[in-house]
């Protein structure tokens, strides 16, 4: 009972700041969005002074870390948005208001062990960048090398765990009540893995190591560059990497006159991340533009390396087919592999789904990134997932993400750009390599060895169920909730009056 009062607390306070701040106007007033959804966008607002243009930014950053983590995606797509509401969020990448100095002085020896003048000759004590989790600082090590300090906020561990827990206890009941349609979204376990991320992000010795692996795999990629970590002055807490001098990809302006070339940029973007997830199955999944500079030698540089992800050889070679196909318009091979990655059930016909992927499909390809309709392909993407019975697939999620936002990065660079024409040589080039006649034989090889390895411990495993190639890595642990029955005291019409109630107390507090 205390734990839903809590969450129900929490999920009324956040729906007050936003209301506060004008931020469920769209909401309200969109057609679509369902009425006891629009009834409790109003029972938020009741009292609040909403003002005349929505602060997306200040409503987020008031909720927390969690929330502001949201706000950053979308921050790159004024496509979904609107250009006031993306240009209104940029400002949550790294505008937010930083923690006093000796705090961060306090945390920065705490984690390391020694005085800070052990380690720096000098650290600015007005950080260059002040995000959700972590702000920034620039200093100068004993050696005389110009390096970013990074160190996470004091408190930000528990926050997060706050909401999250808040997350999980929704989801868990939107999956319970919300019917078929909530079943086949998996909410639960989207959450599940939005942990997972979170507690890698939280881990500055985690996001270390990516930096040092990406950086060893861009080395192919002489265009797009990650600067180098100083483990000495690394730990849990505090990341150290060399200093970065460049211009945020926000700023296109300011790239123009100093000389570079947004369409180049976009282009080397777009390979780089190709390369990351089709090539080495390990990529940037944060790509934001105050993550990006243009160095002043033409080079792409990221930064914050707190969320990256990771599939296998499998998958990807479905991901480069699929997108070769949508390029091609071989929309045939494409459901082909969706039924072979097990995407969409057996019991659907293959035709049919190409047949539907061709109508979502033919009106974008060839198209400028600027003239295609993301509401409309949005739109029927998601009806091909519900009409086909497709489960929503939470181990790549990640992947989705990234690829809108750095669609979203590369269209502000260069809004003519065609993603598909960007991304066709490359596809073609690798998918050649690995789906070749050399590779194939040297798979067969390989396979062969692994095949006799595994026949002494055959036995043992005989009754396992082996996942088929290519499948999701082991999902993580879904955290148990108590879901309210609906037929218990505690059913609907109790939370709609505890949610009444709360609005009503939260009314009174803020108001008065």
């Known amino acids: 009972m205390a734990a839903a009062v809590t969450h129900l607390w929490r999920l009324f306070k956040w729906g007050r700041t936003l209301a506060r701040h004008g931020a469920l106007q769209g909401i309200e007033r969109d057609p679509l969005t369902p009425n006891v959804v629009r009834r ?22 008031a909720i927390g870390p969690a929330a502001i983590k949201l706000g950053q995606a979308l921050a790159t797509r004024p496509d979904l948005v609107g250009e006031v509401a993306a240009l209104n969020l940029l400002q949550l990448q790294d505008s937010l208001p930083p923690e006093p100095y000796p705090a961060i002085r306090t945390a920065i020896e705490t984690a390391l062990g020694v005085p800070v003048e052990t380690l720096f000759q000098s650290i600015d004590e007005v950080p260059v960048g002040a995000a959700s989790i972590a702000q920034v600082h620039r200093a100068v090590t004993t050696e005389g090398r110009s390096v970013a300090v990074k160190v996470l906020r004091p408190g930000v561990e528990e926050e997060f765990a706050r909401a999250i827990e808040t997350y999980e206890w929704a989801a868990a009941h939107v999956e319970v009540h919300g019917g078929d349609e909530a079943a086949r ?20 010795t985690r996001e270390a190591a990516s930096a040092s692996e ?24 505090v990341l150290t990497l060399e200093w970065v001098d460049g211009i945020k990809l926000s700023k296109r302006d300011e790239l123009i006159a100093a000389g570079h070339d947004p369409k180049q940029l976009a282009t080397t973007l777009v390979r780089a ?22 160095l002043p030698d033409g080079r792409l540089a990221a930064i914050d390396f707190g969320i990256m992800g990771r599939i296998n050889r499998q998958a990807r070679l479905w991901l480069a087919e699929i997108l070769y196909g949508l390029i091609t318009g071989n929309y045939r091979r494409v459901a082909e592999i969706h039924f072979e990655a097990q995407y969409v059930p057996p019991h659907h016909d293959v035709d049919e789904f190409a047949t539907a992927l061709r109508a979502v499909g033919e009106p974008i390809r060839g198209l400028p990134v600027k003239d295609i309709s993301i ?4 739109e029927g993407l998601f009806a091909i997932t519900r009409d086909f019975d497709m489960m929503t697939q939470p181990h790549l999620l990640l992947l989705q993400k990234t690829m809108v936002m750095e669609e979203g990065v590369a269209t502000a660079l260069d809004p003519d750009i065609n993603m ?44 396992s169920a082996y996942p088929p190639a290519g499948a999701a890595p082991p999902p993580p642990p879904i955290t148990e909730v108590a879901v ?14 505890l949610a009444a109630i709360a609005a009503s107390l939260m009314t009174y507090w803020l108001v008065t």
């Not at 509401?375 to 949005?378: E, P, Q, T, W, Y």
């Not at 309210?484 to 009056?497: F, K, M, N, V, Y």
């Open 484 to 497: 309210i029955e609906r037929r218990t005291w505690l059913g609907p019409a109790a939370i709609s009056i």
């Open 375 to 378: 509401g409309r392909m949005l």
């Open 273 to 294: 991340f190709l390369r990351q997830a089709v090539v080495d199955g390990y990529f940037h999944a944060d790509l934001h533009q105050g993550n990006l500079f243009a």
């Open 214 to 237: 990406l950086r060893d795999n861009m080395v192919a990629e002489p265009g797009f560059y990650v600067p180098e970590i100083d483990w000495s002055r690394t730990a849990r807490r």
């Open 185 to 204: 979204l998996r909410p639960r376990m989207v959450i599940a893995y939005f942990r997972q991320w979170v507690q890698r992000e939280l881990d500055l």
């Open 420 to 463: 598909w024409e960007a991304a066709e040589p490359f596809l073609k080039e690798w998918l050649r390599s690995e789906l070749g006649p050399e590779t194939y034989y040297a798979d067969r090889i390989v396979d062969a060895v692994r095949a006799f390895k595994l026949i002494p411990d055959l036995i043992r495993r005989i009754d």
């Open 40 to 61: 409790l966008c109003r029972i938020a607002r009741i009292g609040a002074p909403v003002p005349e243009n929505p602060d997306y930014a200040a409503a987020l950053q």
